[in-house]
């Protein structure tokens, strides 16, 4: 590992070793009576601290709704969602923005970046959200956007920057408030293939050096087995795949 990314090693505690993200029973349909859909039924799986899964899956198999029930975005129909040790599944919306904003980071494939605001200002913001104060979370932001490499690029607003900056720009957003979850969905699938393995390097090396989980959707097999396991989504089931084969 590079590094550049390297961090001081956490103390373990009991927080740190229970599951970041635990599925039980998961089922999401839409819809009522004949017109019913079920998505994916009776979904379980667990995801430990530091350990970075791929989903996969056919189009239209669920991946983004999976993603977007473990990122408490929406509730599953049935099934229980814990995040942290805490089961999420019945938290009013307070609550769940609170977990949202504390301990999970999202990652997009489009990088949902602010335009009026340049890099600093971009990665500064979840953190000003969550109460930290101004100079402290610019602080922060231009450490983490010197990690993915972009020490050059913190006063540039993201029409003068490249696809696969604005991305970095976007992984270092998702781990601005040091969430101990990192969702994230087709990260790399707008960028070029040189690219894509480049942004996705920094977003796994990050991951590995901070102890971060990441639950990653892609359609690329070639990044799914540099990840440490694979969940594959077929016909309405989780199946664990387990670490794949280059």
């Known amino acids: 590992m590079n590094e550049q990314y390297a961090e001081p090693t956490m103390t373990r505690t009991a927080a740190q070793t229970m599951p970041s993200l635990a599925l039980h029973g998961v089922t999401r349909t839409f819809g009522e009576g004949e017109e019913r859909i079920e998505i994916f039924r009776n979904l379980t799986g667990q995801i430990v601290p530091g350990e970075i899964v791929a989903l996969v899956g056919p189009s239209g198999s669920g991946k983004s709704s999976l993603l977007h029930i473990a ?8 099934g229980v969602v814990i995040i942290n040790g805490r089961d999420c ?13 504390t301990q999970l980071g999202f990652v997009y494939q489009f990088h949902h970046l602010l335009p009026e605001f340049n890099a600093v200002e971009n990665v500064a913001m979840p953190q000003l ?8 979370a610019e602080t922060v932001a231009t450490r983490l956007l ?20 604005q991305q970095r720009i976007a992984i270092a957003r998702a781990l601005a408030n040091q969430p101990r979850l990192i969702l994230a ?4 699938g707008n960028l070029d293939p040189r690219t894509a393995d480049m942004v996705f390097g920094i977003l796994v090396d990050i991951c590995r050096a901070r102890g971060v989980s990441a639950l990653i959707a892609t359609h690329n097999l070639q990044m799914a087995v540099k990840m440490d396991r694979t969940w594959l989504l077929h016909d309405g089931k989780l199946i ?3 670490k794949l084969k280059p």
């Not at 990122?71 to 049935?78: K, R, S, Y």
């Not at 490499?149 to 913190?154: A, F, P």
């Not at 969905?185 to 790399?188: F, N, Q, S």
Request: without cysteine; proline residues 7%.
């Open 71 to 78: 990122g408490l975005l929406e509730p599953p129909t049935t």
């Open 89 to 101: 599944s019945k938290l009013g919306d307070e609550e769940r923005t609170a977990i949202r904003r």
């Open 129 to 136: 959200i969550g109460g930290r104060r101004s100079r402290d």
């Open 146 to 165: 010197t990690m993915v490499g972009l020490q050059h690029r913190l006063t540039h607003r993201p029409g003068k920057l490249s696809g696969g900056e």
């Open 185 to 188: 969905d087709e990260p790399t």
């Open 240 to 242: 664990d795949a387990g």
